[in-house]
């Protein structure tokens, strides 16, 4: 979400006159989009402010900027840790860039913080999404309601909020027009996505059954989802919509019945290997992938190996996990904090069975043939960058003109996190 912000951002700028820089070391302003779901994403932005310190100690100071969730959430406090910052802006006050630029003075700090995300999806409708990508992201939904004790989204996202729905389809069009053949919709909840419009709700399966509608778009993708929002239209998605892809990323953080209460997750396990059952009796090609964290306070080795018994049957083939963060403001920052050692033992074990899983499947699918949505060239090689239906990183020989199309790639060898190939015939252009 920070990368799609980020671009509507340049988006937004263009208009007063400012281009993105294509010298890292030479800008008038410099704008840091941040994150806050773990403590060390905050301090890699000071780390970063102080390289571009380094750079400007004997010439005139850039305009700093620092936006995003580290700004929501550390307001004042990020100026006065670092003078050298100007402009805090929070993730849900963005649009107000341009008057906060126009009118920068030097030596007067400004913060804007305010949740005003209804303003910022006006804004976000009325700016022309520039992305030209062959794969592009777009905001349905932001912001949270569910308030899981661990984390800070509700706080620096704000309450729940989806963006009108013709809006949305307005944005994919233009994205389409601009070259793109895959759209991921993107939300903090992104499954939760719910608007209204004379009386008659719209959700996420809706957006999805009207994207496919498009027939140069090739493929749809959805990220991040909650299990609780897995509802009946969207499962059943899977049935009828041939533009969405077999690979869904549903969090579950722990396999741990009392873990998951702990953490206020609001499902059980049982919850969630019913919604793997219900997708993959639709379609037994499904898979999944999944966050955990490890060390919540309250786990204990039984709950551990509960997590462990859940990776193995459900196989998940692409993971992120993660010792747990104490965020301030957040409930369980206030609760005992599980022993480091441990955490990490425990961290290291599950990696190691998640990314056994990743090993196995980027293996089943050694000299086989699979279908790859061509990106982009990689720069210095003569070889091309796509994803397969699953999302796995593709490298293989390709041409120029096969970008945006779908390929088949025949797979030769593999590793965790890449396939390579090459090219054995290609589907009908769009
Ligand atoms: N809304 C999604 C859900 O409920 O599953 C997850 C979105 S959250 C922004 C992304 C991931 O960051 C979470 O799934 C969780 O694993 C991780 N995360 C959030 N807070 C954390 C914390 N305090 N410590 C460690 N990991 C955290
Ligand atoms: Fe954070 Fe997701 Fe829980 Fe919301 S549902 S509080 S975004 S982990």
Do not use: W
Request: hydrophobic share 30%; with cysteine.
């Amino acid at each position: 979400m920070n990368e799609y912000d980020s671009n509507r951002i340049t988006d937004i700028v263009k208009d007063i006159g400012y281009e993105k820089s294509k010298d890292q070391n030479n800008a008038d302003c410099y704008l840091i989009n941040t994150c806050h779901i773990r403590d060390k994403a905050k301090e890699k932005v000071f780390h970063e402010v102080g390289r571009i310190k380094q750079i400007y100690s004997n010439k005139e100071k850039p305009i700093m900027v620092i936006a995003g969730c580290v700004s929501q959430a550390e307001n004042e406090e990020i100026l006065k840790r670092e003078p050298f910052i100007d402009v805090v802006i929070g993730p849900q006050s963005y649009h107000k860039i341009n008057k906060i630029l126009d009118n920068f003075q030097k030596n007067k700090k400004e913060v804007e913080t305010e949740f005003d995300t209804i303003n910022k999806f006006d804004c976000l409708n009325k700016t022309k999404n520039l992305d030209s990508k062959v794969s592009s992201f777009l905001t349905i939904q932001e912001g949270c309601d569910k308030f899981c004790h661990f984390c800070v989204v509700p706080y620096t996202r704000g309450p729940e909020c989806s963006r009108p729905f013709k809006t949305i389809l307005k944005e994919a069009e233009q994205l389409i027009k601009n070259g793109a053949k895959e759209i991921i919709l993107l939300g903090q909840n992104v499954n939760a996505y719910s608007f209204y419009e004379n009386d008659s709700e719209f959700k996420i399966s809706n957006l999805l059954n009207e994207l496919e509608k498009y027939s140069e778009l090739k493929r749809i993708r959805y990220t991040t989802s909650h299990p609780v929002d897995m509802t009946d239209d969207l499962i059943e998605c899977y049935s009828t919509n041939k533009k969405l892809m077999p690979f869904i990323h549903l969090p579950i953080q722990s396999g741990s019945n009392k873990v998951l209460q702990l953490m206020n997750r609001k499902h059980k396990v049982e919850d969630y290997i019913d919604i793997y059952n219900k997708l993959t009796n639709i379609n037994p090609l499904i898979k999944l992938s999944s966050d955990f964290i490890i060390g919540y306070p309250g786990e204990e080795k039984s709950d551990f190996e509960k997590t462990l018994k859940l990776i193995k049957e459900i196989k998940f083939i692409n993971s992120f996990s993660f010792i747990f963060s104490p965020r301030p403001g957040t409930k369980a920052s206030k609760l005992n904090e599980v022993d480091k050692n441990t955490s990490k033992e425990r961290l290291k074990e599950l990696q190691s069975l998640l990314f056994q899983n990743q090993i196995d499947h980027n293996k089943s699918l050694e000299n086989e043939e699979i279908d790859v949505l061509v990106e982009n060239k990689i720069s210095d090689q003569n070889k091309y960058f796509g994803r397969n239906e699953y999302f796995n990183s593709v490298i293989f020989e390709a041409e120029k003109k096969d970008i945006g199309k779908i390929v088949k790639v025949n797979v030769e060898n593999s590793n965790k996190n890449t396939l390579f190939g090459k090219i054995r015939s290609k589907m009908k252009a769009a």
